[in-house]
C-alpha cells in the first residue's frame, strides 16, 4: 500500500530514473529485489514453494518493512516534487512492485490482480499474461556501498533503535527527537562515514554522528554489536514545522521562522541534495 501511494502521479515514460542516476539506497533496494527474484524464480521451478514465501517475507519484513520504506519516507515527503531525490526513490519503487507482483502472482491470484489495477503506466491486461520483471540490476564496483556496507549499516541502525526505546520512559517520542553519537572503529566507522552528512536520515535522528571508539565516554551504552557504543540524548533544539526534525537553524530565515534550512532550500530554493540516503 505504501508503495503505490508513493507512486500517485508516477508516469514511468516521463519519471523514471537512468540506474546510474538513482541515489545509493535505492539503488540497493532494487539490489535486493534482484537477489530475490533470481532466488523467488528459481524455487518456482524446483517447486519449492516454501522457499517463495521464505524470500518474499524476509524480504518485505527486514529490507523493506524495518528499513527502506521507513528511510525514504523523509524524502517523499519533504522534497521538491520533481526533485531527483524523489522521482530515484520513485523509480526504485515502481521497479520494486512491478517485480513483486509478478513473484506473488502463482500463489496470490486474486492480490496481484488488485495491485496490477494500481501501478502506474502502460502494462499488459494481467499480470497472469506477464513474463518475470527483467528491469531491475544488482550493484556493481562502482557503486560507494556494496550490500555488506548497507547490512552492516542496517545493524547499526537496529541497534540505535534498541537504545531508543529505551529512554522513551524519559519523554523520548519520534526517534526524530533523538541524537545519537555512535562510537565505533574499523569497517563499522568506515561504512557509516561513507553517509557522511546524510546518516541521520538512515538513522531516521536529528542528528547522527560517528566517533572514535577511544572517545566513548563513561555513560556511552554497550551494544550487541562488538566494539560499537551508543550515546543517545533528547534533543533541545527547536522542531522544524515542515520536516520534524530538531535541528539548529530552525527559524534562521525570517520568511520562514517555523522552518529548518533544509526546508526553506526545498520550499523556495533549488532543493536539497542527496548521494546515498
Known amino acids: 500500500r505504501f508503495m503505490l501511494s508513493n507512486l500517485n502521479g508516477f ?16 539503488r540497493w533496494a532494487v539490489d535486493r529485489a534482484a537477489h530475490v527474484q533470481s ?4 524455487a518456482y521451478d524446483s517447486y519449492q514453494f516454501h522457499l517463495v514465501y521464505q524470500q518474499i517475507l524476509q524480504f518485505c519484513v527486514v529490507e523493506m518493512g524495518s528499513f527502506y520504506l521507513d528511510i ?18 520513485q523509480t526504485a519503487l515502481y521497479h520494486i512492485v512491478q517485480a513483486m507482483t509478478r513473484w506473488i502472482a502463482p500463489i496470490m491470484c486474486f492480490t ?18 506477464e513474463t518475470w520483471y527483467d528491469q531491475l540490476f544488482s550493484l556493481n564496483d562502482t557503486d560507494a556501498l556494496s550490500v555488506d556496507n548497507w547490512a552492516q549499516v542496517m545493524q547499526v541502525k537496529s541497534v540505535v533503535n534498541k537504545q531508543m526505546e529505551t529512554l522513551r520512559a524519559d519523554g523520548l517520542g519520534s526517534s526524530l527527537q533523538a541524537e545519537v553519537v555512535i562510537y565505533c572503529d574499523g569497517s563499522v566507522s568506515g561504512d557509516l562515514l561513507k553517509l557522511q552528512n546524510e546518516l541521520r536520515f538512515a538513522m531516521i535522528t536529528s542528528v547522527a554522528e560517528v566517533k572514535p ?8 551504552v554497550a551494544t550487541t554489536m562488538d ?40 520550499v523556495d530554493g533549488d532543493g536539497e541534495s542527496r548521494e546515498f540516503v
Open 39 to 42: 532466488i523467488v524464480t528459481e
Open 213 to 220: 571508539l577511544a572517545e566513548k565516554p563513561e555513560d556511552a
Open 11 to 26: 508516469e514511468p515514460a516521463e519519471h523514471l530514473l537512468p540506474a546510474e542516476d538513482m541515489i545509493a539506497v535505492d
Open 112 to 129: 496481484a490482480d488488485e495491485i496490477w489495477k494500481f501501478i502506474p503506466g502502460e502494462k499488459g491486461e494481467s499480470v497472469h499474461l
Open 72 to 89: 525514504i519516507k523523509d524524502r517523499q515527503y519533504t522534497t521538491q516534487e520533481n526533485s531527483n531525490a524523489r522521482r530515484s526513490a
Open 227 to 266: 566494539n560499537v557504543w551508543l550515546g543517545v540524548t533528547i534533543s533541545e533544539q527547536p522542531k522544524c514545522d515542515r520536516c520534524w526534525h530538531h535541528r539548529e537553524d530552525v527559524g534562521q530565515t525570517e520568511a520562514h521562522p517555523e522552518l529548518c534550512n533544509r526546508c526553506v532550500d526545498n
